[in-house]
């Protein structure tokens, strides 16, 4: 079965961007999507496609995909941004969902 | 405005059964792909169903396959998981997610907590 590899946690200072990778097999031949998820709330779609922002998402999110790689990009990380991030693909007749990535705010 | 809310979560013994409801509103019902997506205590998400708008395709993840089974009503905006044979690793939030157009979850409910123990 198809394995997305997130990494449990990445820290960012306040104002800089952060990086969340998401690996897997050929993953840039497939359409990854991310999603936020903060304490006690339901998740929320923040790039769809790979790099596609829904409606009310800020710029700042950005999203890139290619090769083994696909990685989201929180640009002027704020303290409302810390939250724990996964990536999620259509693989095989079955959604995949990375393990979660704990962003943390600095 | 979009809005899905799960009911039906309970605690329920290991070997039991129970159906999860989850109401739709605000969109066309019958025109999307619905799912269930799980979450464990403290844990990551899971992705548990799918079926399609008009119930043609309907997929599971391979834990629960065999055990759960998902449905919908169209005529009455509905989506439900029937559950049997429960296990203690069953235990989690439960939610329902509306599908956009290339298996991205674009709405989700709040959730309904499973709870499986003696």
């Known amino acids: 079965s198809y394995e997305l590899t997130q990494p449990l946690s990445v820290s960012v200072a306040l104002g800089q961007t952060a990086r969340i990778t998401c690996g897997g097999n050929k993953i840039g031949g497939k359409n990854v999507h991310w999603y936020q998820q903060k304490p006690g709330q339901a998740p929320v779609l923040v790039i769809y496609r790979d790099s596609n922002r829904p409606s009310g998402i800020p710029e700042r999110f950005s999203g890139s995909n290619s090769g083994n790689t696909a990685t989201l990009t929180i640009s002027r990380a704020q303290a409302g941004d810390e939250a724990d991030y996964y990536c999620?693909?259509?693989?095989?007749?079955?959604?995949?969902f990375g393990g979660g990535t704990k962003l943390t705010v600095l | 405005e979009v809005q899905l809310v799960e009911s039906g979560g309970g605690l329920v013994k290991p070997g039991g059964s129970l159906r999860l409801s989850c109401a739709a509103s605000g969109f066309t019902f019958s025109s999307y792909s619905m799912n269930w997506v799980r979450q464990a205590p403290g844990k990551g998400l899971e992705w548990v169903s799918s079926i399609s708008g008009s119930s043609n395709y309907i997929y599971y993840a391979d834990s629960v396959k065999g055990r759960f089974t998902i449905s919908r009503d169209n005529a009455k905006n509905s989506l439900y998981l029937q559950m049997s044979s429960l296990r203690a690793e069953d235990t989690a939030v439960y939610y329902c997610a509306r599908e956009a157009n290339i298996v991205d979850f674009d709405y989700w409910g709040q959730g309904t907590l499973v709870t499986v123990s003696s």
């Open positions: 999620q693909l259509w693989g095989s007749s079955t959604v995949v």
